[in-house]
């Protein structure tokens, strides 16, 4: 099996930002994934996936049991079948240890919103549909309230999740 991906990405000048890879808008959080092997057929896959995925995803492609629980998920039905989908959020963070200049945030990704929590308690809240660069924020709009309040639920489930807990499916 063959994986490919990358670091995260890399600003120029996008959102105001001169240069750097420490936040979570979409130009720095988004990566490549590409996978050709046994049981991975030649197709495109528009599924929400993260690092942690490919630990899982080696393992299960050699027949090993992991040693520890994962907190990922093998990504190999989701590329074998067409009809596989993974329906999970995703979490973002920097570390809290950062240089001043930086503000440490956890956010969390779905595939229509993004939920941002800096750590002064400041927020963003991304509609992606409506507003894919991530311009404005809808965190003080209104219709936006419920929206907001279910995904803070789920990022402070997130950010201390271990295993299956990791991995539990959502609907949007």
Not at 134 to 146: A, G, I, L, T
Request: hydrophobic fraction near 35%.
């Amino acid at each position: 099996m063959i994986i490919f991906t990358a670091d995260n990405g890399f600003f120029t000048g996008e959102h105001r930002i001169p240069g750097g890879k420490i936040h979570h808008y979409e130009e720095a959080s988004r990566v490549p994934l590409l996978m050709r092997g046994p049981g991975v057929p030649r197709r495109r896959v528009f599924e929400q996936v993260a690092n942690v995925d490919l630990a899982s995803t080696i393992l299960d492609a050699g027949n090993a049991r992991p040693t520890r629980a994962q907190d990922g998920r093998s990504l190999l039905r989701t590329a074998a079948d067409p009809k596989a989908t993974i329906n999970r959020d995703i979490l973002l963070e920097n570390g809290p240890r950062l240089p001043e200049r930086f503000q440490y945030y956890r956010a969390i990704r779905t595939p229509r919103f993004k939920f941002v929590r800096y750590g002064n308690g400041e927020r963003e809240l991304y509609d992606l549909l409506a507003d894919p660069l991530e311009d404005r924020s809808r965190h003080r709009v209104k219709r936006y309230n419920r929206v907001e309040r279910r995904l803070a639920r789920r990022l402070r489930a997130l950010q201390d999740c271990k295993g299956a807990s990791c991995r539990k499916e959502f609907r949007e």
